[in-house]
Each structure stands twice: as C-alpha cells, then as structure tokens.
C-alpha cells in the first residue's frame, strides 16, 4: 500500500503526518496573511458620512466601517489580532451601553461635543484625545454636541476570537449613570501620585484618558531636546502610570514625532500596528511599497514587514499607533530587528 493510502488511513483517524506540513508550520520568519493597506480620509470621510445617513445609532448598535485587511478573510480582521474602525456618532445620538471581554481604544479624529462614559467616569472626547475601554468595563457613547463626533476605534476583537475568550453583555439601559466625579481616574492616577489607601485590582490602566493638549505639548518639548530613535524617531508610549507599562493589557498606544525631512532606518518587528496620521503628512514604506500618508489616513503593518518613516514635507509629521506588542512580550515572541 502506497504513500496515499496511508495518508487517507491516518486522516480517517483524525490524524496526520507532520513531515509534510512541518515546514509550513515552522516557518524561518513570520508569515502573517495580513497585507499592507492604507485607507484615506478624502475616499473613507464620505461613506462614513453617508453611514450616518444610513443607520441609526440604535439600529447599528455602534456605527462604525471595520478596516477589514484585505488578506483576511475575516470582517473584523485587521491584522490576525488587532482590530480598527471608524466610528462616527451624530449629534444627540447615544452607542447604548455594553461591555465586552475585548479591549479598546478610541483615537479622536474630527468633531467635538462628544463623551464616552466607562463603569461610570465620563470622559469628553476632543480631537487627539485617547481614551480607553478596557476588557469588561461598562461604556457608552453619547454626543450632546451639534456635530458629527468620528473616532479610530482599536480593539484586539481577533485574539480574542482566537483565544475563544468572547463574552458580551448589554447593559439593561441605554446609558449608564454617571456615578464618579469629572476628574475621577485622573485625579487619583494621573498627576503623578496614586492613591495610597487602596490598591487598584486590573491588568489595565486606571488612566481612561490622555488628552492630546498634554501629550501633544509633551511630544513636542522632547522632540526639541532628542532625536529619538533612528526608526521611530521620537516615538512616545501612552503608559499605565502603576507600571509603566501598555495602556491596555493586550494593546499599546503611541504618539509619534517624525522632524521636516526626515528619513528613518527601517525596521521589523514581529508585533503589527495600526497607524493613523495625526499631523502633517509623510510616508511609511511598507516592504519596499511606499504608503504616502496624510491627516486621519490609516496604514495597517502587517507582522515582520519592514517599514520606514519618511517626513518630506516641512511641517513635523505626528502619527498615533497601536499594536499587539503587549502580547507578545511576556511570552518571549517580541523581535525587533536593529535594536
Ligand atoms: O464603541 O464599543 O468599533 O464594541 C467595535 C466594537 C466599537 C464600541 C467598535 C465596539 C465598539
């Protein structure tokens, strides 16, 4: 009996051969099926706007277009872990309340008036604003200005597909009370003390918002002393102030200053981000594929591509990102070339 027939013997027992699949599965590099993409704002602005013509709010549950990769085939893939959309809430609409086991950050875009509420803290979303919703927390979103309110949503929805680690839960009402003072997390965790009378019990940041004034400001004042590094230039990371870690148990956030005419060194890494132009305009070379990127424009890099800043304009170019890095550090899957 020949090879074949050995194959479909073991197949037939739910079995299989390693020797023909191993170097696949053991790949030298990374392989992810995500490919390099970039969505720009002048094509992505107006089929957002006319979403919001199209469903409600309360009928969409949130209204948002999904980044789909287009290697993927999943719709809420942007990479093989990391999701990104836009959301975009009209004025006197509400997201109603929900929470779920997948983190999230927001990254304002344009428009302001808008609130997201997080088990009972509001936080006013203004243009460069992060804010977070992590893993099991309540959250809704309200706009109680006179505009449309659009924002990056990023979420680790696919690792937690992967993990089989999904749950979701509405809450019974559309919007929960506000129950904390204004101020709350960033009085008790943001000026640089902590509450010592209690200790705070989750893997995430108790910081729920980083307001762009601030992280702006800082951004600048150190790309005015510092080059930073020669791939990222002076890359600053949105930190959890109790260890100084990631924003989010499984996402990190950064804020990015590329200098007038810069030319980065390229870089691997086998995390994968998502970035989003802030300020500015530039291009990130994406395995020898050049990506020109400007305001609110969004370029997802796939795991282990090499990839390069450039700034040609004369203007500083800022960029926020995100990535999966959080994942892979504590296991010892984190690589970087050139460091
Ligand atoms: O705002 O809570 O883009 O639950 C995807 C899932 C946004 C949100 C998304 C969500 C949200």
Redesign the pocket.
Known sequence: MGAEDFGERLKAQALGPLWTVLADALTPTPRPREVAHAWHWPTVRPLLYESLERVSAAEAE?R?LVLQNPGLPGPTACTETL?A?I?IIGPGEV?RT?R?TPN?LRFIMEGTGAVTTVDGERLVMERGDLVT?PTWTW?D?GNGGDEPVVWL?G?DIPLVQSLSAMFFEPYPEPQQPVTLPAGHSRHRYGMGLRPAFEGFPHPYSPLLSYPYREARAALAAVAAADRGSPWDGVRMEYTNPLSGGSVLPTLDAYLQWIPPGAVLQPVRRSSSSVYLGVEGHGVITIDGTAFPWGVNDVVVVPSWAEVQHQNPGGEPAVLFSFSNSPVLRPFGLYRETGA
């Open positions: 949130r948002v999701y959309g959301q997201a929900h779920h999230a919703t959250h979103h949503d979420l």
